[in-house]
């Protein structure tokens, strides 16, 4: 009774009234919190449907590459293409023998001139002899040069033949298709169009024959050229300098083997089968493996993924390795160390740098650090460094200075989090047994936040090896994979990315072409590598908050 | 009343508890010279958190081998003059001994020339939560050793087996030393914290609330260790539970508001304290 009183008193309702009093919603019938509720469940369902979307549209349109690329590899035996490469490698063998010599001719002429002083004319006079040699031993493959054009011609023609019945075949399913919807006037004129492309089938067995005639020929060029080799030889020109005549043994040896080379060749040429189907796995395997990226080429299309991946792969580890030690020293020394005001400058500071444009620093790449690299490894004195002096502004080394730059607050502020977490009385049990700041840091601090410190290396990892533009501007952008024969100077050497490579292809191929799909595999390839680098991240943080309890 | 200042000359009564210290932590097996009757000589210390001032001329002394319990209610200094005893307050920014001085056998800790490193190892600490380091029960124990540069495992098996059997832990645990400490009960991480402070010998163990985190049984098992390791060091105890400061001590400091209020024999301070405010705190009316 007295509630009641009290409650009319204030101008507020029964209890019973208001607690049946719910108000229909204002919207569409909702009420306030449903319609919230409703809108943030909208956002997340259309991010995670874009989300299936876009990886949806990716693996679709890469899968398309396989059976394409098996088409490609089809014709390309059937035409012969395959058959001819053989043959193009021994005669590659025998140019870069020609190049030898040709390098030990320079040495010779850099000897006489800048040791002996001789004139350049008179030098040119005392190379007479080599000279003769060297033009009588790259008159030995002209034969074989004759032959390999007029069977490059051969095939060639066949492939273009191929390659023109291939368009027809799609035009002429163009009209039929059209004609499934069209009035009975339009459809006849449709089929009479139809009717006059005629598509071409091929014979690549009867073509062949014409190649195969080409072998007797190919025998005798063989046989000729090894005797004159063998004549050749034992006239071989002899140097007084103890370096140039083991050059010139060396030669002699290049020449021998050349000669088993061409018996291996033409075995086999023998054993080539031109019916012998192409494997899906092979078709796979010429992505996943092949060491070419070759595009747009009159001869065949190779897109082999290797010199990509592992342009990317070298990029990113050089860019770790850099960031590493800086992004985990920053992160231990601001939050151990350093003085609350280090604190609030080092932090936003190291932050800041994740806001600079990546073009920005592409750009600053080019124009001062390859140039600065550079200069600095034409410095007589650092002669020893492997790689030095660089031959090009542009390489691994400049990108993967600027990719640290950009992975460097990634690794800090997470690994400074991961330190962050450390419980404090770890801290301090260390310090309470008389440990110093050194050890505690050592043995305390950065083991328990490892796992943390891991995920952040490994996501500073992904973020390296997405990026685009950096690598885009300052990698050098050659399609070759590392060559890792000649030491740690590979980190010198050009390189193309996967990330570049699409950013710089992707615009001018034809679309649903098998390039265009070749590229849409690279994608697939860098989207998996990103998915696993974050699954793996996860996974460690996830044991890490376990373990720590 | 007996005052903190009375102390600094000890009554006949206290002289009778203070047995003769034979060795006292040894370095390299050498005994130390005797230890001091008085272990730690607190002289008129005031501290400051940056501008607010914490403690106001503090001055009690430490008696070696003997449990010393600090009580009060929360916020009343008591921490903060145990954390000043090993220099633990060094790490907390704008924290400072003002005036004053802490004297352990005679030597001002905070003098510009003392080691801390030193101090800390000689001073030991076991903290209000469990601490164990996220690593191996035996790495937990030889942590303090190694990081001295001790590595002779015959030495380490020694050292860790004395302080678990020190920590009455050693039958518990002596079959699992290479698993994760983080695996053990509370109390057993507590009583492992205390095996790892002792491991590195010191004269003066500080504990902080020991057993606030623990259950009746498990504080059961750190007060009769506190009772057996008196034997051994000097021991310092702030605690929250007055039951607990009346059995484990010999001596009770009573502090309110960062002035020591009383200082005493622990039995006479829970039956007959001389100060109103110490009669009314153990007897539960405030605090």
């Known amino acids: 009774m007295s509630a009641t009183t009290e409650n009319r008193s204030l101008g507020r309702l029964p209890t019973r009234e208001a607690l049946l009093q719910k108000r229909r919603g204002w919207f569409f019938g909702m009420s306030g919190d449903q319609f919230v509720k409703y809108l943030f469940q909208g956002n997340a369902t259309i991010s995670i449907i874009v989300l299936g979307l876009i990886t949806f549209t990716i693996f ?6 396989i059976p394409m690329n098996h088409a490609s590899l089809a014709v390309y035996r059937l035409a012969g293409l395959e058959y001819v490469d053989i043959y193009r490698e021994q005669l590659t063998t025998h140019s870069t023998m020609s190049r030898y010599l040709a390098s030990v001719r320079a040495q010779k002429l850099d000897q006489l001139m800048n040791k002996e002083g001789l004139a350049p004319a008179a030098a040119m006079a005392t190379l007479a002899e080599f000279d003769d040699f060297a033009n009588r031993f790259a008159d030995t493959i002209n034969e074989q040069e004759t032959l390999l054009g007029s069977m490059t011609d051969l095939v060639t023609a066949v492939k273009e033949r191929q390659t023109v019945s291939e368009d027809i075949m799609v035009g002429k399913q163009y009209l039929l298709r059209a004609m499934a919807g069209a009035t009975p006037e339009r459809a006849a004129e449709l089929q009479r169009a139809a009717d006059v492309l005629t598509v071409e089938v091929i014979d690549f067995k009867a073509e062949f024959q014409r190649v195969l005639a080409l072998r007797p020929e190919i025998a005798a060029a063989n046989t000729s050229q090894v005797a004159a080799l063998k004549a050749l030889m034992a006239g071989a020109p002899k140097f007084a300098d103890s370096d140039l005549q083991r050059r010139m043994e060396k030669f002699q040896g290049f020449v021998q083997g050349y000669c088993q080379e061409v018996e291996v060749t033409a075995q086999k040429m023998a054993a080539w089968d031109q019916s012998k189907p192409i494997g899906w796995l092979e078709s796979f395997n010429a992505f996943a ?17 290797i010199p990509l991946l592992s342009g990317s792969l070298l990029i990113a580890f050089l860019a770790l390795l850099i960031a590493l030690p800086l992004g985990v020293a920053a992160a231990v020394y601001v939050n151990q160390v350093a003085r609350p005001v280090e604190q609030k400058i080092i932090k936003p500071y190291i932050e800041f740098i994740s806001a600079i444009p990546s073009v920005v620093l592409g750009f600053f790449g080019i124009a001062m650090l390859g140039e600065t690299l550079r200069r600095v490894s034409q410095i007589p004195a650092l002669d020893w460094v492997p790689g030095f002096p660089m031959a090009e502004r542009l390489n691994p080394t400049t990108a993967a200075c600027l990719l640290a730059l950009m992975a460097i607050p990634t690794i800090f502020s997470l690994a400074e989090d991961a330190i962050n977490n450390v419980p404090r009385s770890f801290k301090e049990a260390s310090f309470a047994l008389g440990a110093t700041r050194l050890q505690t840091i050592i043995h305390i601090i950065v083991p328990a936040a490892l796992s943390g410190i891991m995920a952040a290396i490994l996501l500073g990892f992904g973020r390296v090896i997405g990026e685009t533009m950096v690598v885009l501007l300052c990698a050098g952008n050659r399609i070759q994979t590392p060559d890792l024969t000649s030491g740690l ?23 649903n072409s098998i390039h265009y799909r070749a590229l849409f595999m690279v994608g697939v390839v860098l989207f998996l590598i990103s998915l696993l680098i974050n699954w793996l991240a996860q996974k460690i943080v996830r044991r890490y908050r376990i373990s720590i309890g | 009343m007996v005052t903190a200042s009375a102390m600094s000359a000890p009554s006949p009564s206290v002289q009778s508890l203070l047995r003769p210290v034979v060795s006292v932590g040894s370095v390299n097996g050498a005994p130390t010279p005797l230890a001091p009757q008085i272990a730690i000589e607190i002289d008129d210390v005031d501290f400051c958190y940056g501008a607010s001032k914490a403690l106001h001329d503090i001055t009690l002394n430490i008696a070696a081998r003997q449990v010393t319990a600090f009580i009060g209610p929360s916020g009343c200094g008591k921490s903060t003059l145990l954390r000043c005893l090993n220099r633990m307050n060094d790490l907390i920014d704008g924290a400072r001994v003002t005036d ?12 510009p020339r003392v080691d801390v490193i030193e101090l800390r190892k000689r001073v030991g600490m076991v903290f209000q939560k469990s601490n164990p380091f996220p690593k191996s029960i035996y790495d937990n124990i030889t942590y303090g050793l190694r990081i001295q540069g001790e590595s002779n495992k015959a030495r380490l098996d ?21 698993e994760s400490a983080l695996g053990m009960s509370g109390g057993q991480q507590q009583r492992l914290c205390i095996a790892r402070a002792i491991a590195v010998e010191p004269e003066i163990i500080l504990m902080d609330e020991p057993c606030s985190a623990l259950d009746p049984i498990a504080t059961a098992k750190v007060e009769e260790l506190i009772h057996d390791l008196k034997k051994q060091f000097t021991i310092v105890i702030v605690t929250h539970n007055m039951q607990q400061a009346a059995r484990v001590s010999d001596r009770t400091a009573f502090f309110y508001l960062g002035k020591l209020i009383e ?18 705190y153990v007897s539960g009316r405030f605090g």
Not at chain 1, 60 to 65: P, T
Not at chain 2, 102 to 111: A, H, K, L, Q, S
Request: proline share 2%; glycine share 10%; no cysteine.
């Open chain 1, 60 to 65: 679709r349109d890469a899968v398309g590459f």
């Open chain 1, 289 to 305: 493996f092949g060491r070419k990226w070759v595009t747009a080429s009159f001869w065949q299309d190779w897109y082999g993924i």
């Open chain 1, 489 to 511: 100077g590979v980190i010198f050497q050009p390189v193309h990315t996967m990330t570049g490579i699409i950013a710089q292809e992707m615009g001018e191929v034809v679309r």
């Open chain 2, 100 to 111: 004053g001085q802490i004297r352990i056998d005679g030597v001002n800790i905070y003098d």
């Open chain 2, 158 to 178: 020694e050292v860790v087996e004395k302080s678990l059997r020190g920590a009455a832990l050693w039958d518990e645990i002596k079959d699992r030393l290479h």
């Open chain 2, 263 to 280: 200082y005493a024999e622990t039995k006479v301070i829970f039956m007959q304290p001389a100060n109103a405010q110490t009669e009314a």
